[in-house]
């Protein structure tokens, strides 16, 4: 899954960079979410993007939950080895994560698809029992990730976590 998505990515990435290239006589103009004007051709990429598969995978309840996290890790390892060394923003939270992997980064890279069930209002990617995941940034690139567990509560002992 890893490779295809990696692959999906560059070959995404390649599109999106001749697509930017183009002069503006090429293409159109679009407003994203963000009121950033993009290249009509970019947002019409961005409104096609499915996504990583594996957030698919995170709506299916059949696996433990350290799958989850495991998921969850791997999609950040994903977007980090899609930057490429390349300055995006800086992700201190649950919300700063969901905005850059839903297209706000430099790539425009929609790991998160719009109105992904996963995501509360507030922005949050959830855990399976409905609580936002808590991020603790151990480095630039690498993350402690904690589900709540089923009480709902940080800090306790039925907490999930992965690093």
Do not use: C
Not at 24 to 45: L, M, R
Not at 78 to 98: H, K, S
Not at 106 to 111: G, M, Y
Not at 149 to 155: E, K, M, S, T, V
């Amino acid at each position: 899954i890893l490779g295809r998505w990696l692959w999906s990515s560059r070959q995404r990435t390649k599109e999106m960079e001749i697509a930017v290239s183009r002069p503006p006589s090429e293409s159109k103009a679009a407003t994203d979410s963000g009121g950033v004007v993009v290249p009509h051709s970019v947002t019409q990429h961005a409104l096609r993007a499915q996504g990583s598969p594996l957030m698919e995978d995170l709506l299916n309840r059949s696996g433990a939950p350290e799958d989850d996290l495991e998921n969850v890790r791997q999609i950040i390892s994903q977007y980090v080895t899609a930057l490429q060394n390349r300055p995006g923003p800086p992700i201190g939270d649950n919300r700063d994560l969901v905005r850059a992997l839903t297209g706000r980064n430099p790539l425009r890279l929609v790991v998160i698809p719009p109105g992904h069930p996963l995501v509360n209002p507030a922005g949050e990617l959830m855990d399976r029992w409905g609580t936002p995941y808590h991020l603790h940034p151990l480095s630039e690139k690498r993350f402690e990730i904690r589900s709540a567990g089923p009480d709902h509560r940080l800090f306790t002992t039925d907490d999930v976590i992965a690093k």
